[in-house]
């Protein structure tokens, strides 16, 4: 794929929306669900990490434009999930409880990787299936 003004444009408006959906799913977790866990990062970060195997599975079985492609991975879903906050989250969270910090880096990176498979095998199972 080339690097062009559409492809930036892709990147750009999908980064936009996955920017603004990351914010206020964030805010909605965290306000109803009260914790001194950062529950609203893991629940985008997972979220996310299950569309992208989603996305993938779809990529695997339908030829779609690179622009589409990289409005929906690098713009929308690289935006929507956010390694820089759960770092500085965890950073934080050690200052506090070892055991939560530990539990944060754990539900992260397991999480995030059982659900883009997930995504990826569920799509795979339905697409060959039916």
Do not use: D, W
């Not at 990147?11 to 964030?26: H, K, M, N, S, V």
């Not at 001194?36 to 569309?51: K, Q, R, T």
């Amino acid at each position: 794929m080339s690097f062009n003004i559409q492809t930036i444009l892709a990147i750009g408006c999908g980064g936009f929306l996955g920017a603004l959906l990351r914010a206020y799913a964030i805010h909605v977790v965290n306000k109803h669900v009260p914790l001194e866990f950062p529950l609203g990062v893991l629940a985008v970060n997972v979220i996310g990490s299950f569309a992208m195997g989603i996305i993938f599975a779809v990529f695997a079985h339908y030829s779609l434009s690179g622009n589409l492609k990289v409005f929906l991975t690098t713009g929308f879903l690289g935006a929507l999930t956010t390694y820089s906050t759960f770092a500085i989250e965890t950073y934080f969270l050690f200052e506090t409880s070892l055991f939560i910090a530990i539990a944060n880096i754990v539900l992260n990176v397991t999480g995030t990787i059982l659900a883009a498979a997930l995504g990826y095998k569920l799509l795979q199972f339905l697409l060959v299936n039916h």
